[in-house]
């Protein structure tokens, strides 16, 4: 059987315009999906509680201060012998796998749990030779303890029975990293050691609300 020009012609197009309308359905189909969060959300979200110090470059710090910027907020101490190096070269990987743009609007938060030592100038070589962009906060001692409580952070010394000294001590805690939307927000939280594409997925979802 021949097919003529003229019906070949509107075969085309007819293929054309389905085509067309496949595409904007799954575009449209896509848009209306609720995002789905990787990590544990908060449901529903609750403003994120305060969080008020001093930087690791001496200066005031505060969680609001950080402005219209995604936060990503996570507790430790520079002796710390395994989580906290594992946690902050994870939180380097994130950093790593957004676009320049998304890291435009992220600020990366470590507290540490251990301001005796922790001073700022410790924080700065610590959390620096992971990353200079990250902020290193150290608090006072009551601060700490509000903070410790409003997120539901465990941080508590052992002192080691081999040792002869108060000052040497680990610190038994607990390694979530909270992630604080533009508004200030919580919206949820990961393992310390959650696969990197995930913790940086969900934040570029947030970068761009």
Known sequence: MTIKVGERRAAYRWVALW??????????GGCSQEYKFRGTPYDPVIPAPPISGVNLDNMPFTLEALGKRVKVVFFGYTFCPDVCPLTLANMKGVYDTLSEAQRAETAFVFVTVDPERDSPERLAAYVGAFNPNFYGVQLQTDELTRVKSDYGVYAEKRVLESSQSAADYLIDHTAFVY???KENNLREIF???APKGDIAADIAYLTER
């Open 179 to 181: 992630i604080i939307d």
């Open 191 to 193: 393992a310390h050691d």
């Open 19 to 28: 085509m067309v309308a496949a595409v904007l359905a799954l575009a449209f």
